[in-house]
């Protein structure tokens, strides 16, 4: 700040009790959180995982049935689209990273 109270630029003023409180630009309230109350309820379980779940489909089921997911949107020939499905699972089924994010949401005590 100069001698007649501008603010230089570049520079951040520390925040004072007045400026910390107000509300940000284009919110007419402050953002509050109310600790107090646990979530209702989670979303249902579908697709793949309720089928994993339920027993009817092994983990290998479970991947083909994401990767057939991931690539249904797609507008390739057959042949492209069998290389990524080919590639998709094969890293499903082979990286650690994966596997662990497969291992975790197939957990049978999150149901």
């Known amino acids: 700040m100069d001698s007649i109270g501008r603010v230089r630029a570049g520079t951040v003023q520390?925040?004072?009790?007045?400026?910390?409180a107000a509300p940000k630009p284009g919110s007419s309230t402050p953002f509050q959180v109310d600790k107090t109350e646990a979530p209702t309820s989670t979303a249902p379980v579908s697709g793949p995982l309720a089928a994993f779940r339920a027993g009817t489909l092994d983990?290998?089921?479970?991947?083909?049935a994401h990767v057939d997911q991931a690539t249904a949107h797609l507008t390739l020939s057959p042949e492209a689209k069998e290389r990524i499905r080919a590639?998709?699972?094969?890293?499903c089924e082979n990286d650690p990273t994966l596997l662990?994010?497969?291992e975790h949401a197939t957990r049978t005590d999150q149901g």
């Open 100 to 102: 662990g994010l497969i």
């Open 87 to 91: 590639d998709l699972q094969e890293r």
């Open 14 to 20: 520390p925040a004072t009790p007045e400026t910390a």
């Open 59 to 64: 983990r290998k089921g479970f991947i083909e």
